[in-house]
């Protein structure tokens, strides 16, 4: 009874908050008008921010005929744009109006419920991980609630592009999602891993005062919860993972002075939850929009369930997983997308598992395992994929008519 009563009770708040839709609806559109968001109002990051950075860049060209109106919607104001886009506060007038006046709309989450599309329009999908351990949507079955279903349902009908990197992933977004209609073009947020690691590598040390010689690993964790009854244990407070202790074990292993850096989920920022630095060389970078900035510069990562696991590889490094609570996790979230046994990196449920993966690291042989997994997949991450997404957008603006 009282999820149904939840239900409804989120079935009317979405139809009252479709009215200030149909009011903007009577508006003219804008076809070169774009809308970004990412993780429903979150700052300048993720996929959505790299296909903003290629159009900037497209538009400065003298030769570009195809011009942008830009707009983010953001739940915090005081954080930094390019001068291109137009932040506007991410609250539901705002968005009736400025979603229903632009031709394009391009998130990385699922809309608000109760986001209303007009016919003309074109929304870009990119998702926010692609190749990961997570399942989701139907995946999860019964774990997966009855309102993310209807959420996600309504959300389906109004997406025109939804992204994927692989063949492993478009079957995984055909047996997961609503029938989007998918396009493989790669990962906007991976461009930067492979077309500006040296630059950001020196960019990153210096911001943060290390040695231009300095090694840095990330550590970052995935979101815990379907149903959110779990507590959290892995890289939070009370976090069983040794950073000292593997800030050791890497510099034993590879060599040279090892910095930890810790990201947690952005769910987890949004909460204002961070992790406290207590010890030198382990440094709290959760604050930090865009998480593609650093990983570009990193040596090494560690994480535990989370799709930048496998954007990481992409650049060849090595990558750790750390499961101390995996029966609790597939208990709560739901079962795994990959085998244990195909999974590409070293996986540790304990420090000293951590550690001594890091000791028995073999470069050769992780590199092998990697390439012919990238294989199977059928990968398609070569440092181009904002191109792909913005020559879909310029071809939709450049349309005599909305169809």
């Not at 597939?330 to 195909?342: C, F, H, P, S, Y």
Request: glycine letters at 6%.
């Amino acid at each position: 009874m009282k999820i149904n009563a939840y239900i409804l009770k989120r079935k009317i708040k979405a139809g009252i908050s479709r009215i200030p839709y149909y009011i903007c609806g009577v508006l003219p559109m804008k076809k070169n008008k774009i809308v970004f968001s990412a993780f429903e109002g979150g700052g300048y990051c993720c996929n959505p921010k790299y296909i903003a950075e290629e159009l900037i860049n497209r538009e400065k060209k003298t030769n570009n005929f195809v011009k942008y109106d830009m707009y983010w919607l953001v739940n915090d104001m005081s954080k930094d744009f390019p001068p291109q886009i137009k932040k506007k506060k991410n609250n539901l007038w705002n968005r009736a109006y400025h979603l229903s006046t632009a031709g394009i709309w391009i998130d990385n989450a699922r809309k608000n419920y109760g986001t209303r599309k007009r016919k003309q329009q074109h929304y870009i999908l990119t998702w926010h991980g692609p190749v990961g351990f997570k399942p989701v949507g139907r995946l999860r079955g019964k774990l997966f609630s009855r309102i993310a279903e209807i959420v996600s349902v309504a959300d389906a009908k109004n997406v025109d592009v939804l992204l994927s990197n692989s063949d492993w992933c478009s079957n995984i977004w055909k047996n997961a999602f609503w029938n989007e209609p998918v396009k493989k073009t790669g990962s906007p947020r991976c461009d930067v891993l492979f077309n500006s690691r040296e630059e950001k590598r020196n960019i990153i040390r210096k911001k943060y005062n290390l040695s231009s010689d300095a090694k840095i690993v990330m550590c970052a964790p995935t979101f815990r919860g379907g149903s959110q009854s779990k507590q959290r244990k892995v890289f939070a407070d009370i976090g069983t993972i040794d950073f000292g202790r593997l800030k050791c074990a890497l510099e034993k292993k590879f060599g040279g002075t090892w910095v930890v850096f810790v990201r947690l989920h952005p769910q987890l920022a949004l909460r204002g939850i961070s992790y406290e630095n207590t010890k030198d060389g382990i440094i709290d970078v959760t604050a930090v929009d865009d998480m593609y900035e650093l990983l570009a510069a990193m040596d090494a990562f560690v994480s535990d369930y989370s799709s930048a696991a496998f954007d990481a590889s992409y650049m060849r490094i090595p990558v750790f997983l750390y499961v101390d609570d995996l029966d609790d996790y597939v208990a709560d979230r739901g079962k795994l997308t990959w085998n244990i046994d195909e999974i590409p990196f070293p996986m540790s449920k304990n420090n000293e598992e951590l550690e001594n993966n890091i000791k028995e690291f073999d470069k050769e042989s992780y590199l092998d395992k990697l390439e012919k997994t990238f294989d199977k997949m059928k990968l398609l991450e070569d440092g181009k994929a904002a191109g792909r997404v913005a020559d879909i957008v310029d071809k939709w603006i450049q349309e005599e008519e909305y169809s």
